[in-house]
């Protein structure tokens, strides 16, 4: 494990907040959203949005994250009995929900699923309240033959971080003209 990502859910505080107000962030306008890829990197999602927004370690289950033929970033689909770490960020605007549906592009659909919160030994934590609900970015096509495998995010961050964050500036840059 990259010892610069430490746990970000321990003693149920997330970034500073008590679990109870994190959660109660999840139901009345649901601004959360589930990441499971490039977007786990804190530089990425600075670049995006100008911050990084409080979040929780989490998995999703009855999904798959695979790897994408000739692309550096991975897609979910549903499968049974599958699991996908990520984290849900919390008190997203309309602004940047709009942001993340630009950056996810049309190869993706936004979905509200139901992820676990997890504590910071990365278990499910069983107590009522750890599922919460949030946006996910889905692979629109179920049946894309170039999906395979298992995509890992720590060899993502060895082997392209550094040209990621460059795409990432390049996308903001185009936004603004």
């Not at 970034?15 to 009345?28: C, F, K, N, Q, Y």
């Not at 949005?49 to 689909?77: D, E, M, N, Q």
């Not at 990365?122 to 179920?142: C, F």
Request: glycine share 6%; charged share 20%.
């Amino acid at each position: 494990q990259d010892r610069r990502r430490a746990p970000l859910l321990n003693n149920w505080v997330v970034r500073g907040r008590a679990m109870a107000d994190v959660l109660s962030l999840s139901i009345p306008s649901l601004r959360n959203v589930f990441v499971y890829g490039t977007l786990l990197s804190d530089e990425v999602v600075s670049i995006i949005l100008k911050r990084v927004p409080p979040s929780a370690l989490a998995v999703l289950p009855g999904f798959h994250r695979y790897s994408i033929k000739g692309r550096v970033y991975p897609a979910i689909i549903p499968l049974e009995g599958g699991n996908v770490k990520g984290k849900i960020f919390y008190q997203l605007t309309d602004e940047e929900l709009a942001l993340l549906d630009q950056f996810e592009d049309g190869e993706y659909n936004r979905q509200i699923v139901q992820p676990f919160l997890l504590n910071g030994t990365e278990q499910m934590v069983p107590e009522a309240g750890s599922l919460v609900q949030a946006y996910t970015y889905i692979w629109a096509d179920s049946s894309d033959s170039n999906l395979f495998g298992d995509w890992d995010y720590q060899e993502w961050r060895q082997l392209h971080l550094k040209d990621f964050t460059q795409v990432c500036h390049d996308f903001v840059s185009d936004l603004s003209t």
